[in-house]
């Protein structure tokens, strides 16, 4: 199982971002799809989830600037933040789970210019 993440890069505060993710090598379709993010010497953070019924968590960093969407016939998750703020800097993983087994990509760089 791979999930390929695209997007990221170099973006100025107060901007947009929008990641997208897409699994290959599965036969099942993730109970949960997301993202997480990052940094240098912290914990790999919660940013945004939506399970199988739609239902969406968000971190409180990023809640009333984030959306997130799936398509889960093809395990794909789409993450777009608005308003985006330094401290929305860090490498963001893709992540699913299905099952016990958690899933994630190589992660994508994002850094926010002030």
């Known amino acids: 199982v791979q999930l390929q993440a695209s997007g990221g890069g170099l973006v100025q505060a107060g901007g947009s971002l929008r990641l997208s993710c897409a699994a290959s090598?599965?036969?099942?379709?993730?109970?949960?799809m997301g993202w997480y993010r990052q940094n240098p010497g912290a914990q790999r953070e919660l940013v945004a989830t939506?399970?199988?019924?739609?239902?969406?968590k968000g971190a409180d960093s990023v809640n009333g600037r984030f959306t997130i969407s799936r398509e889960q016939a093809k395990n794909t998750v789409d993450l777009t933040i608005n308003g985006l703020k330094p401290e929305d800097t860090g490498i963001y993983y893709c992540?699913?789970?299905?099952?016990?087994?958690?899933?994630w990509g190589r992660g994508t760089q994002v850094t926010v210019s002030s």
């Open positions: 992540n699913g789970i299905y099952q016990s087994g958690t899933y």
């Open positions: 939506m399970d199988s019924f739609g239902i969406t």
């Open positions: 090598g599965t036969t099942f379709r993730f109970d949960i």
